[in-house]
């Protein structure tokens, strides 16, 4: 899956999704576009349990 505004990482049954979406991580279309992408991919993966959100950048 290619996100540009996420970055994702798969351990185990829990999915990492790690917001990048400078300059502080504002909702807007590209982000929009990408969370609904990866929810889809999520829910249609019946390896993922948990879906974690964090930030990539370190001040929020």
Request: aromatic share 4%.
């Amino acid at each position: 899956m290619i996100l540009e505004t996420l970055t994702v990482r798969q351990e185990n049954a829990v999915l990492f999704a790690g917001i990048a979406a400078p300059p502080m991580n504002l909702l807007g279309p590209d982000l929009v576009r990408d969370l609904v992408s990866l929810i889809q991919e999520t829910e249609a993966d019946d390896t993922v349990q948990v879906l974690v959100f964090t930030s990539t950048d370190p001040d929020y």
